[in-house]
């Protein structure tokens, strides 16, 4: 069963792989959907709400908070599509008699994921407006001096804490 990815216009997403680095497109980037380019053989009315799609959309317009990008013919300033990465590998099952055969796992996704809050780890060299730190335990691992101070210094003052 194929798992479900739910995408919005207007959801904040972070780029999840180097996708060019030279334009600042890499790990750790921010940015808003701002259109979803669906496969041409979806139909979707504007009046729907939800869309629940058959096919993978085509690529993703992602306006980006920074940017090293020029302009591309019919986008918006920071706009960048998005596409699918693919990526395959190899996994051993046990089958019913005991052997491992190889199988090799196609995976297609969009190099992004929600962006409404991240780690202290995600944070790192980036200064953002707002910031929240929860100073509290967390359910695995634990908090240092370090992590508390990587997250406060992200802001641009102590105003914005």
């Not at 334009?23 to 729907?48: C, F, M, Q, R």
């Not at 799609?53 to 992602?62: E, S």
């Not at 508390?148 to 641009?156: D, E, F, M, P």
């Amino acid at each position: 069963m194929p798992a479900t990815v739910e995408l919005a216009i207007g959801m904040k997403v972070m780029v999840t792989t180097n996708v060019e680095t030279d334009l600042d497109v890499t790990n750790g980037a921010h940015g808003t959907i701002v259109d979803i380019i669906l496969h041409p053989d979806e139909t979707y009315s504007e009046e729907e709400k939800e869309v629940v799609l058959k096919n993978i959309p085509l690529y993703l317009l992602v306006k980006l908070d920074r940017t090293r990008a020029t302009l591309l013919k019919g986008l918006d300033e920071a706009v960048i599509p998005v596409e699918v990465a693919a990526k395959s590998m190899q996994i051993r099952v046990v089958d019913n008699d005991g052997n491992q055969p190889r199988r090799t796992v196609k995976r297609r996704q969009f190099p992004v994921t929600a962006a409404y809050a991240f780690t202290d780890y995600r944070s790192q060299g980036q200064t953002i407006p707002y910031v929240i730190v929860d100073i509290a335990t967390p359910p695995t691992g634990g908090l240092s001096l370090f992590n508390l101070y990587v997250a406060l210094s992200r802001s641009s003052g102590k105003s914005s804490i």
